[in-house]
Nanobody
Framework: QVQLVESGGGVVQSGGSLRLSCAAS????????IGWFHQAPGKEREGVSC????????YYADSVKGRFTISRDNAKNTVYLQMNSLKPGDTAVYYC??????????????????WGQGTQVTVSS
């Protein structure tokens, strides 16, 4: 069964850090680009960051540049999102998604075939 499972969410104070993990089962991530998206209540899902299948090219939304870092460990079949200097505006459900053969990073949701169930991140002021 193909599955993506996010973990690492939680409640943190403004300025704090969290590391989200996206673990794949039922398939290997080697040939997949991975995107992180977030969705706040009443808002549309937005792309936060993504990494191409080889890991050499990354993308960050302007709102998270310099604060978030995406990385992948294909040996562990896992992608990470390190989130530092968190702000209340980062509060949302965070989802990871996988797109086969993604060479150039993309934050277009329809590009991604597999999605995780999401993990809640809450940043208190």
């Amino acid at each position: 069964q193909v599955q993506l499972v996010e973990s690492g969410g939680g409640v943190v104070q403004s300025g704090g850090s969290l590391r989200l993990s996206c673990a794949a089962s039922g398939f290997t991530l080697d040939n997949y680009g991975i995107g992180w998206f977030h969705q706040a209540p009443g808002k549309e899902r937005e792309g936060v960051s993504c990494i191409n299948r080889r890991g050499g090219i990354t993308y960050y939304a302007d709102s998270v540049k310099g604060r978030f870092t995406i990385s992948r460990d294909n040996a562990k079949n896992t992608v990470y999102l390190q989130m530092n200097s968190l702000k209340p505006g980062d509060t949302a459900v965070y989802y990871c998604a996988a797109a086969f053969g993604l060479i150039a990073p993309s934050v277009v949701p329809r590009v991604y075939a597999y999605w995780g169930q999401g993990t809640q991140v809450t940043v208190s002021s």
